[in-house]
């Protein structure tokens, strides 16, 4: 079945520094890719998503590009802050099209 | 809109006993699922369904029943609790796109302890 692998935290780096959190994955057919992040005591929020092959999803300063040669999705901000300290999970559909499969979670500390 | 409810947020059982989470949505979302999460094992699918009445196994499936009667309400079932079943669980809703299920919105999560 479908399954992904993040890269396994945590991560700490200073404000203003560049982020990137590594995702692959393993899939039968064309799955959408998700980034989730869960802030403190919280329940998970979309950040962003891509649906197809080379689609950049972005938001909030993130951005990801689904690509497909290599199996990844790359989570990237040029410059954190230390409100973007929170744990990050890669996702995907599952083989079915009918829930997401999560990885393990990264867990970005930001300092100032 | 509310989005996705969940209800208790804390919840403490001993074992061998029995509770039901509860978790609605009032955005007639088709699909709902049911997660947990532990430490350093991210989220795990528990159960699923992509309509009234259709329901199906996730990947950590045992010790958890779920029906679903309504396309609002989306109850998990913990028959005889184990200390195993600690653990933060997570609701979450979708619409299906055109490459299954879409974005998921996530409730607020039950943080369950079993002694």
């Known amino acids: 079945g479908n399954s992904v692998t993040q890269m396994e935290g945590p991560v700490t780096l200073s404000e203003e520094a560049f982020l990137t959190i590594n995702c692959t994955y393993t899939?039968?057919?064309?799955?959408?890719l998700f980034w989730y992040v869960q802030y403190p005591g919280e329940g998970l929020q979309l950040l962003l998503k891509?649906?197809?092959?080379?689609d950049k999803g972005s938001n909030k300063g993130f951005e990801a590009t689904y690509r497909k040669e290599t199996t990844s999705f790359h989570l990237e901000k040029g410059s954190v802050q230390v409100s973007d300290s929170a744990v990050y999970f890669c996702?995907?559909?599952?083989?079915?099209?009918?829930?997401?499969?999560f990885g393990k979670g990264t867990t970005l500390s930001v300092s100032s | 809109n509310a989005g996705v409810t969940q209800t208790p947020k804390f919840q403490v059982l001993k074992t061998g006993q029995s509770m039901t989470l509860q978790c609605a949505q009032d955005?007639?979302?088709?699909?709902m699922s049911w997660y947990r999460q532990d430490p350093g094992m991210g989220l795990r699918l528990i159960h699923y369904?992509?309509?009234?009445?259709?329901?199906d196994q996730g990947e950590v499936p045992n010790g958890y029943n779920v029906s679903r009667s309504t396309t609002e309400d989306f109850p998990l079932r913990l028959l005889s609790a184990a200390p195993s079943q600690t653990s933060v669980y997570f609701c979450?809703?979708?619409?299906?796109?055109?490459?299954?299920?879409?974005?998921?919105?996530f409730g607020p999560g039950t943080r369950l302890t079993v002694t």
């Open positions: 979450a809703s979708s619409n299906p796109s055109g490459q299954g299920v879409n974005e998921q919105y």
């Open positions: 899939a039968t057919g064309y799955p959408s």
């Open positions: 891509a649906t197809k092959a080379d």
């Open positions: 996702a995907l559909t599952n083989q079915a099209g009918t829930a997401l499969i």
């Open positions: 955005m007639n979302h088709e699909y």
């Open positions: 369904s992509v309509g009234a009445g259709i329901t």
